[in-house]
């Protein structure tokens, strides 16, 4: 069974940064896509960023410019920069990983953006 640990959420200012680390361990296979998703109170999950095995990224629109997505192979690690913060960023953010065709997510962590 894969478990996620997620940390680095928190409370920041808008414009400041924070840095999402999500390490997956249970599994001597590495994880296929790994991506961060986020929900808003009301609002349904939505897809941030994600990162093939291979190193191809994709973001969402609304975060172009702005995070970084990267991922450690050796340590089963993916990462989400976070820069130029907005309020409407505010979410839990969730890290999720494909193995073997099964997708596992992490508890989530906060992120909070005040104006």
């Known amino acids: 069974q894969v478990q996620l640990v997620e940390s680095g959420g928190g409370l920041v200012q808008a414009g400041g940064s924070l840095r999402l680390s999500c390490a997956a361990s249970g599994t001597i296979f590495r994880p296929n896509v790994m991506g961060w998703y986020r929900q808003a109170p009301g609002k349904q999950r939505e897809l941030v960023a994600t990162?093939?095995?291979?190193?191809?990224?994709n973001y969402a629109d609304s975060v172009k410019g702005r995070f970084t997505i990267s991922r450690d192979n050796a340590k089963s690690t993916v990462y989400l920069q976070m820069n130029s913060l907005k309020p409407e960023d505010t979410a839990v953010y969730y890290c999720k990983v494909n193995v073997f065709s099964s997708d596992y997510w992490g508890q989530g962590t906060q992120v909070t953006v005040s104006s």
């Open positions: 990162i093939t095995s291979g190193g191809y990224t």
